[in-house]
Nanobody, 124 residues
Framework: QVQVRESGGGLVQAGGSLRLSCTTE????????RGWFRQAPGKEGEFVAATTWSGSITSYRDSVNGRFTISRDNANNTVYLQMNSLKPEDTAVYYC?????????????????WGLGTQVTVSS
């Protein structure tokens, strides 16, 4: 079994920053990509950012581009999401996902393993 664990969520004022971390535990699996998705109350889940493990592809949704940065620590099998200039509309549960095989990094169906999520709340 593979467990995906997110950490780093919390409550922050608008304009503040948080850094989310995503690690995997259990059976070692190769991964094609790691992605971050989020879901706000009453809304559909949405793609936030993703990177291939090689670093050849990195992408962000438009609303976070320039404010969020996804990065990898291959040695420690960890992916980070640095979130700066946070806005109240960034409030959501953030999920990390691991894709074992190539596919569109924008689609949830590409990802095989998911974490339980970490809450990010941005107050105005």
């Amino acid at each position: 079994q593979v467990q995906v664990r997110e950490s780093g969520g919390g409550l922050v004022q608008a304009g503040g920053s948080l850094r989310l971390s995503c690690t995997t535990e259990g059976r070692t699996v190769s991964s094609y990509a790691r992605g971050w998705f989020r879901q706000a109350p009453g809304k559909e889940g949405e793609f936030v950012a993703a990177t291939t493990w090689s670093g050849s592809i990195t992408s962000y949704r438009d609303s976070v581009n320039g404010r969020f940065t996804i990065s990898r620590d291959n040695a420690n099998n960890t992916v980070y999401l640095q979130m700066n200039s946070l806005k109240p509309e960034d409030t959501a549960v953030y999920y990390c996902a691991v894709a074992r095989y190539s596919g569109s990094i924008y689609f949830k169906s590409t990802y095989d393993y998911w974490g339980l999520g970490t809450q990010v709340t941005v107050s105005s």
